[in-house]
């Protein structure tokens, strides 16, 4: 056989695989901005079952738009009560036992169910995305794969025709599920949608997250001297804690799937090194001048870790 | 999750599947934490029933054996096991995370009890120590963790 | 008189002979079926929690390593409860000697194991949850339904297998196994709300 129609050959098969490919990945990331865009922009309800952290929860679950602004309702459906409301991004909880109030003012357009980034294409090099029919139910299911050990593998299931979620899993170093959350009893444009009534935001007693606007990263007290691949600021602030009111500097980092905090202060009563519970893992260093950093989120051990020993404290100012 | 795997495992307990159901039920739990935390919070449910007392668990038992068995087993296994497409470079990436893990993390992690007994364990310092973290949860996702008991351990 | 055959022995025996053909990820099975009885066993003696596992973990370790030899004179959990026991023995015994960890004579574990110091003592704390907890698991099986309060207390109490819980209670076996599950379910529900 010639050498030139081998090399020709490999090129044509190279060729077809290699388009065969792209395809595959587009198919995913259509379904995957589908799916954020339904999430999103639909009016849907549906029974939310959370398995997190070691444990169960079952809440009634409701997203809509109402006078051009989104709404997001969790409620425990298992005997708390606790509820959780979206009114476009001032998200609040309200936890009937115990009375208690936090409003958390950050401004977020995602999912309690899941986040999907904006722009899946600024992220490719850190996940890869693949879509498959599910054979049974006739449904998408998406594998969201990272391409390093600094973020979890994700894998959704979605309805073919209207692309809402109907089960997300999240998968540890070691490909087991750590965390899940099935739809069931889910109902596309519901005729009715009660929005619970919750307490008024300015009662009495309630606790306030991230009420201050945001300050530029240059402004904290501490330095990454290498960020995790991918990871993006997303904000900056400094402010009190919801339960303890004590002052932090707190840093939210994102790759639009997984996200973690940095935070920094100076009577933190942490114990150092690694702790975790679930998917979250936490990571906790002494800065020379005695402040505790802690790392924090749905992130392997990895990312904690590593991102916090290359947290340091700024320099000073130079007058 | 459908109850009637649940129902299968409460079955388990009590020795009542057939031995081929019970060997594919075991091999699920084996491959979703969530159904063996599930299975051993009940089996912790059943020795309190009997007021016998119900140790602290970490949800890792089987993976820290399989460290000291045989350390470069578990990626490649559990890849398949998940369902996921098994190739080669992201089992060879999945083997180097586990293997750094296990080398740099060691143990004990979140613990499968009846809660109130794990918190009997825990000293005041790391009481201090979970509340922070537990704030510091709060205000990460508002909305997942705001009055959510979450129980975060040390690695040791 | 029981006509019913548990599942236990069969499924371990089935296991166990995966495992000694080679089938190492057989024992994960087994590991995952009886972790839980093994950790409780091991605690009796270890009572740091930590250390407990570390022992139950040992444990496991030595029955795989011991299982190519194991010829099935007893059944499978027996004898891995003589490897656990012994563990712990060993274990405390080493921690008496301040490090030594080598093997022991049983009987001088016995021994050891009798001495006041070691028997284990609730905090008061710990026996005040405990005492929480009992009376919750008591009031939760009081306001189950008849049905399932008497198929429960038939399985958990009496002992009796499905199908003697069958035939006491006049209903098919899949109802029975229903009814426990559930009220298994309510159970674990009410503990949940106690925990948080």
């Known amino acids: 056989m010639p050498n030139s129609f081998i090399l020709y050959l490999s090129l044509v098969v190279g060729i077809l695989v290699s388009s065969a490919g792209a395809a595959e990945e587009l198919s995913a990331t259509a379904l995957l901005e589908n799916l954020r865009r339904t999430m999103l922009e639909r009016n849907f309800k549906a029974t939310a079952h959370f398995f997190r952290d070691g444990t169960t929860t079952r809440m009634d679950y409701q997203h809509g738009i109402r006078a051009g602004k989104r709404f997001e309702r969790m409620l425990d459906l298992d005997g708390h009560a606790h509820e959780v409301l979206r009114h476009d991004n001032i998200v609040t909880c309200w936890l009937p036992q115990t009375q208690r109030l936090v409003i958390d003012h950050r401004p977020s357009t995602q999912s309690f169910l899941m986040t999907v980034p904006e722009r899946l294409s600024a992220i490719q090099a850190y996940y890869r995305f693949q879509a498959q029919p599910d054979p049974d139910q006739a449904n998408w299911i998406i594998d969201i794969i990272p391409e390093d050990a600094y973020r979890y593998a994700r894998k959704v299931w979605l309805t073919q025709d209207t692309y809402l979620p109907l089960k997300i899993e999240v998968y540890n170093e070691h490909n087991r599920v750590i965390e899940r959350v099935e739809l069931d009893h889910l109902q596309p444009n519901p005729q009715h949608m ?31 001297t290498q960020t995790l691949p991918g990871y993006q600021p997303i904000l900056f602030t400094r402010m009190p804690l919801p339960e303890s009111g004590d002052t932090v500097e707190h840093l939210l980092l994102s790759d639009g799937f997984s996200s973690l905090s940095v935070y920094r202060e100076k009577h933190a009563g942490i114990k150092t090194g690694l702790t975790h519970s679930g998917s979250v893992n936490a990571y906790s260093k002494t800065l020379p001048d005695g402040s505790v950093v802690t790392v924090i989120g749905e992130v392997p051990a990895q990312a904690v870790r590593q991102l916090a020993e290359d947290t340091q404290l700024a320099a000073p100012a130079t007058p | 999750m459908s109850n009637s795997i ?10 009542e599947l057939p031995p081929e159901q019970a060997t594919q039920l075991l091999q699920q739990l084996r491959d979703d934490a969530t159904l063996r935390h599930h299975y051993h919070r009940q089996q912790a ?22 460290a000291q068995l045989h350390p470069s087993r578990p990626s490649m296994q559990s890849l398949k096991a998940a369902g996921h497409p098994v190739n080669w470079s992201m089992g060879l990436l999945a083997l180097a995370a586990a293997l750094l893990i296990w080398l740099t993390v060691n143990n004990m992690p979140q613990t499968t009890s009846l809660a109130p007994t794990t918190l009997a364990h825990t000293s005041s310092t790391h009481a201090a120590s979970h509340a922070r ?24 | 008189m029981k006509t019913h055959l548990r599942t236990t022995d069969s499924v371990d025996e089935h296991l166990v002979t995966q495992v000694q053909q080679g089938n190492k990820q057989a024992f994960d099975l087994l590991v995952i079926k009886h972790q839980q009885k093994i950790l409780q066993l091991v605690n009796r003696y270890v009572k740091d929690p930590g250390e407990a596992q570390d022992v139950a973990q040992e444990a496991f370790i030595k029955a795989y390593r011991a299982l190519p030899g194991f010829r099935g004179d007893s059944a499978f959990y027996t004898w891995l409860y003589r490897i656990a026991i012994n563990t712990a023995k060993n274990w405390l015994m080493a921690k008496s000697r301040r490090g030594s960890d080598a093997d022991i004579d049983i009987d001088e574990a016995e021994k050891y194991l009798n001495a006041p110091q070691l028997q284990g003592q609730e905090t008061p704390e710990e026996a005040v949850l405990n005492q929480e907890i009992i009376d919750t698991i008591q009031q939760a099986i009081d306001e189950l339904p008849e049905e399932m309060r008497t198929a429960i207390s038939l399985r958990e109490f009496e002992g009796l297998s499905y199908e003697e819980i069958a035939q006491a209670m006049h209903c098919p076996i899949g109802t029975v196994r229903s009814r426990i599950f559930r009220a298994r379910e309510a159970i674990d529900k009410k503990l949940s709300f106690l925990a948080n």
């Open chain 1, 194 to 224: 009660p929005l619970q009534a919750t307490p008024a935001q300015n009662a009495a007693g309630a606790r306030h997250i991230h009420q201050d606007p945001p300050q530029p990263v240059s402004q904290a007290q501490f330095v990454l």
């Open chain 2, 45 to 66: 449910l059943r020795m309190r029933l009997h007021h016998e007392p119900t140790p602290p668990m970490s949800t890792d038992f089987l993976e820290q054996i399989n």
């Open chain 2, 6 to 15: 649940h129902e299968q495992i409460s079955c388990l307990l009590d020795d």
């Open chain 2, 133 to 156: 973290l537990r704030e510091y949860l709060q205000a990460h996702n508002s909305s997942r963790y705001v009055g959510r008991p979450i129980l975060l351990t040390a690695h040791r």
